[in-house]
């Protein structure tokens, strides 16, 4: 059993930064990738940056360049930190991570942070 516990979202302004965080925890034997999605109203979730356990990483690219995302494996905690928000980054954006349990791998979602970007 794995939960993901995120935090960071809240109201920014245009141009601002915020910086998120997820934090895994359970019975893990090992996070093959963690990352982040976002979901605005209306639209598709879908993948704003991924990183494995290796450090590689994936953006999606409209944020790249602004976005950073990074993990600490000792504390199976993903961030992604996001600069020069723009209106259209707002939206909830939901931590991921495709996680080692025993001999099974599965997917788990965290609850979803709100990101505003409003002046």
């Known amino acids: 059993q794995v939960q993901l516990v995120e935090s960071g979202g809240g109201l920014v302004q245009p141009g601002g930064s915020l910086r998120l965080s997820c934090a895994a925890s359970?019975?893990?034997?090992?996070?093959?990738?963690m990352g982040w999605y976002r979901q605005a109203p209306g639209k598709q979730r879908e993948l704003v940056a991924h990183?494995?356990?290796?450090?590689?990483?994936n953006y999606a690219d409209s944020v790249k360049g602004r976005f950073t995302i990074s993990r600490d494996n000792a504390k199976n905690t993903v961030y992604l930190q996001m600069n020069s928000l723009k209106p259209e980054d707002a939206a909830v954006y939901y931590c991921n991570a495709v996680v080692r349990v025993t001999v099974a791998a599965g997917s788990y979602w965290g609850q979803g942070t709100q990101v505003t970007v409003s002046s």
């Open positions: 990183i494995i356990k290796s450090g590689d990483t």
């Open positions: 359970g019975t893990i034997l090992d996070i093959y990738v």
